[in-house]
């Protein structure tokens, strides 16, 4: 059942509580509810909304003029994600890596949590991410062999929306038929497909091509098939302001009890979980509400006059984040989608068709191509460095095509005229590494999230020359006729010349992990064991991306 007040709630008492209804959490409700004896309450701060509210998210995203007047004349104007009550709007601190530049960090207060309004991407990562997981936490329940079992579980391969053949771009022996969760091909093919296909051949050896890649919104998979089951009531509107102590087990802390309010002024509720509370707030909300119960720093929680209940430095360090740069060309009119973004009446027309039929160039994420690869093991920076891929087969940065203008620069404007290609590159294995602290003793006050991006030697080499390694995939015969220039400072390559265009431009694809990381039982560092239970703390697990202890070779949502 689905209930948006407290008031609705028919008990205060459950087998568990999970924090958080998004990626993970509707995941652990969906399978914890598999048995009919186990009651789960699952408090979400966010609402429900509308596949549209994705649309519009991505439109005003790529869009950043596109205002109340200038946004498609379609939807309710409250179905806006951007600086909406569908977003956290969540802003990082000034990056000194980016000129001191701050950016708002998109993050889905909805139904569904950022699998929400996401990009549909749905990868799970090399593995040697696993592997590295297994190794780091000492638990060999982590490694890849253990974890693809699950893939079988979780995905089910359908027909792409076009119902176009797909002989030879998957892998059928490496997914699921019969899992919850639909994934399929890109439903719509662009103009540009057959020149990205035809680069990979003509330089196999650097960009070469990899026929398996893998969309997903947790809200309607595994939360859809468990909400109607009696023994899972889901609270919208339940904006979880702490974790209670309730006693001691076996020499620690207990934590048994749950607080949350509708609004900042509302009365605090208390529910409590009979056998644990499942944290699933994401990588910004759960070191939130654990540094607000008081496990965290002890200097930082007294700072703020937060009873310390478990010290625990870890709680909210470590974050990482797969930073991105643009790298845009212009391109010969007629392949792009620029014309679509830029006309709100084209864009509209794209839209109904998918309302209608599902089809059309919205049947598709957009994104119908995106490789991982590595850098050359000849790289100075490894004289100096040692390598922090996963492993020697996994990736340092990925490249994302995009068939139309995308720079999410905010305040940047997109050109009024042409047609352009972005070939965005992103660092996949970066060794900067941030934060998630208090700001207030709030709880509805925003966090101070500091990703700390390109703040390594190794971040802005490796960034330096993921740009260089776009123009030599721009350089191939196979857009010789399309690619005009690049649009953007980065046709210089000089070092100094590069760095500047990188730090003026870098932002985020949203990946971020690791504010509760976990470590091996007993370490001194880390949040969660590899249970994924709560260092010196009973009663509490985390299950989000929070506890991956670096960023893995993929879109995030897969791995979480
Ligand atoms: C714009 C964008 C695009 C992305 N694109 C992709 C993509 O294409 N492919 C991909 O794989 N990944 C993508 N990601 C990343 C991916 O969506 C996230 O890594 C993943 O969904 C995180 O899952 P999670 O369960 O950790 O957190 P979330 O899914 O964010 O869930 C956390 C939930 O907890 C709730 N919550 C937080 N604090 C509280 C509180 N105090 N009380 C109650 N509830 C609370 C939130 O409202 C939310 O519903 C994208 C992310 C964004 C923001």
């Given at each position: 059942a689905l209930y948006t007040e407290p008031r609705q709630l028919p008990r205060h008492t459950y087998d568990y509580v999970i924090v958080g209804a998004g990626n993970a959490g509707n995941v652990i409700a969906s399978r914890l509810s598999e048995d009919p004896r186990t009651s789960i309450l699952v408090l979400e701060a966010g609402v429900r909304a509308s596949w549209r509210a994705w649309f519009l998210s991505w439109y005003q995203h790529s869009r950043p003029i596109c205002d109340q007047t200038a946004c498609p004349p379609f939807g309710n104007e409250t179905e806006h994600l951007l600086d909406t009550p569908y977003d956290w709007n969540y802003t990082v601190t000034p990056q000194k890596g980016l000129n001191g530049r701050t950016f708002p960090y998109n993050r889905g207060k909805i139904l569904g949590g950022s699998s929400s309004v996401n990009y549909m991407v749905h990868q799970y990562g090399s593995s040697e991410d696993y592997d590295k997981i297994a190794e780091i936490t000492g638990?060999?329940?982590?490694n890849w062999d253990n974890v693809k079992r699950n893939i079988g579980k979780h995905e089910k391969i359908v027909p792409p929306a076009d119902g176009h053949d797909t002989t030879g771009q998957y892998i059928p022996a490496n997914h699921g038929t019969n899992g919850m969760l639909s994934v399929s091909l890109p439903g719509s093919s662009q103009l540009i497909d057959s020149r990205v296909i035809a680069t990979t051949r003509e330089l196999s050896e650097e960009f070469p091509f990899n026929e398996d890649m893998g969309a997903g919104i947790s809200a309607t998979t595994y939360l859809a098939a468990a909400i109607n089951r009696p023994n899972v009531h889901v609270l919208l509107n339940a904006h979880v302001t702490k974790l209670l102590r309730t006693g001691t087990i076996q020499g620690v802390p207990s934590f048994r009890s749950v607080e949350f309010a509708g609004k900042p002024g509302a009365p605090s509720i208390i529910v409590t979980a009979r056998r644990e509370i499942v944290l699933s707030a994401g990588s910004i909300g759960t070191p939130q509400i654990l540094l607000l119960s008081g496990i965290g720093a002890r200097d930082e929680l007294e700072a703020l006059g937060i009873p310390v209940v478990v010290e625990n430095p870890s709680v909210g360090k470590n974050l990482s984040d797969h930073v991105l740069v643009p790298n845009i060309f212009r391109v010969k009119d007629g392949e792009s989608l620029d014309a679509l973004f830029r006309d709100p009446a084209l864009f509209k027309a794209a839209l109904d068709e998918w309302m209608e039929?599902?089809?059309?160039?919205?049947?598709?994420?957009?994104?119908n191509h995106m490789g991982y690869f590595r850098l050359p093991s000849t790289s100075s920076i490894f004289s100096t460095i040692s390598d922090p891929a996963s492993g020697p087969k996994a990736s340092h940065w990925e490249l994302i095509v995009t068939n139309f203008y995308i720079n999410p620069k905010p305040g940047h404007i997109p050109p009024e005229t042409g047609s352009y290609l972005g070939l965005v590159s992103a660092l996949i294995s970066p060794t900067s590494r941030g934060s998630v602290t208090l700001?207030?003793?709030?709880?509805?006050a925003h966090p101070l999230i500091d990703p700390n991006y390109l703040t390594t030697p190794f971040d802005i080499f490796a960034m330096r020359e993921t740009v260089r390694a776009v123009k030599r995939f721009a350089a191939a015969e196979a857009w010789k006729d399309y690619i005009i220039a690049p649009f953007g400072n980065f046709s210089s390559d000089v070092d100094a010349d590069l760095d500047a265009y990188i730090r003026d431009q870098a932002s985020t694809v949203y990946h971020m992990v690791g504010t509760a990381s976990m470590s091996p039982?007993?370490?001194?560092?880390?949040?969660?064991?590899p249970d994924l239970k709560v260092k010196g703390a009973e009663g509490i697990r985390i299950v989000d991306a929070s506890v991956l202890p670096f960023p893995p070779n993929a879109h995030t949502q897969g791995p979480v």
């Amino acid at each position: 059942a689905l209930y948006t007040e407290p008031r609705q709630l028919p008990r205060h008492t459950y087998d568990y509580v999970i924090v958080g209804a998004g990626n993970a959490g509707n995941v652990i409700a969906s399978r914890l509810s598999e048995d009919p004896r186990t009651s789960i309450l699952v408090l979400e701060a966010g609402v429900r909304a509308s596949w549209r509210a994705w649309f519009l998210s991505w439109y005003q995203h790529s869009r950043p003029i596109c205002d109340q007047t200038a946004c498609p004349p379609f939807g309710n104007e409250t179905e806006h994600l951007l600086d909406t009550p569908y977003d956290w709007n969540y802003t990082v601190t000034p990056q000194k890596g980016l000129n001191g530049r701050t950016f708002p960090y998109n993050r889905g207060k909805i139904l569904g949590g950022s699998s929400s309004v996401n990009y549909m991407v749905h990868q799970y990562g090399s593995s040697e991410d696993y592997d590295k997981i297994a190794e780091i936490t000492g638990d060999a329940g982590w490694n890849w062999d253990n974890v693809k079992r699950n893939i079988g579980k979780h995905e089910k391969i359908v027909p792409p929306a076009d119902g176009h053949d797909t002989t030879g771009q998957y892998i059928p022996a490496n997914h699921g038929t019969n899992g919850m969760l639909s994934v399929s091909l890109p439903g719509s093919s662009q103009l540009i497909d057959s020149r990205v296909i035809a680069t990979t051949r003509e330089l196999s050896e650097e960009f070469p091509f990899n026929e398996d890649m893998g969309a997903g919104i947790s809200a309607t998979t595994y939360l859809a098939a468990a909400i109607n089951r009696p023994n899972v009531h889901v609270l919208l509107n339940a904006h979880v302001t702490k974790l209670l102590r309730t006693g001691t087990i076996q020499g620690v802390p207990s934590f048994r009890s749950v607080e949350f309010a509708g609004k900042p002024g509302a009365p605090s509720i208390i529910v409590t979980a009979r056998r644990e509370i499942v944290l699933s707030a994401g990588s910004i909300g759960t070191p939130q509400i654990l540094l607000l119960s008081g496990i965290g720093a002890r200097d930082e929680l007294e700072a703020l006059g937060i009873p310390v209940v478990v010290e625990n430095p870890s709680v909210g360090k470590n974050l990482s984040d797969h930073v991105l740069v643009p790298n845009i060309f212009r391109v010969k009119d007629g392949e792009s989608l620029d014309a679509l973004f830029r006309d709100p009446a084209l864009f509209k027309a794209a839209l109904d068709e998918w309302m209608e039929t599902k089809r059309g160039v919205l049947a598709s994420s957009m994104l119908n191509h995106m490789g991982y690869f590595r850098l050359p093991s000849t790289s100075s920076i490894f004289s100096t460095i040692s390598d922090p891929a996963s492993g020697p087969k996994a990736s340092h940065w990925e490249l994302i095509v995009t068939n139309f203008y995308i720079n999410p620069k905010p305040g940047h404007i997109p050109p009024e005229t042409g047609s352009y290609l972005g070939l965005v590159s992103a660092l996949i294995s970066p060794t900067s590494r941030g934060s998630v602290t208090l700001a207030s003793a709030d709880p509805f006050a925003h966090p101070l999230i500091d990703p700390n991006y390109l703040t390594t030697p190794f971040d802005i080499f490796a960034m330096r020359e993921t740009v260089r390694a776009v123009k030599r995939f721009a350089a191939a015969e196979a857009w010789k006729d399309y690619i005009i220039a690049p649009f953007g400072n980065f046709s210089s390559d000089v070092d100094a010349d590069l760095d500047a265009y990188i730090r003026d431009q870098a932002s985020t694809v949203y990946h971020m992990v690791g504010t509760a990381s976990m470590s091996p039982r007993g370490a001194e560092w880390g949040v969660v064991d590899p249970d994924l239970k709560v260092k010196g703390a009973e009663g509490i697990r985390i299950v989000d991306a929070s506890v991956l202890p670096f960023p893995p070779n993929a879109h995030t949502q897969g791995p979480v």
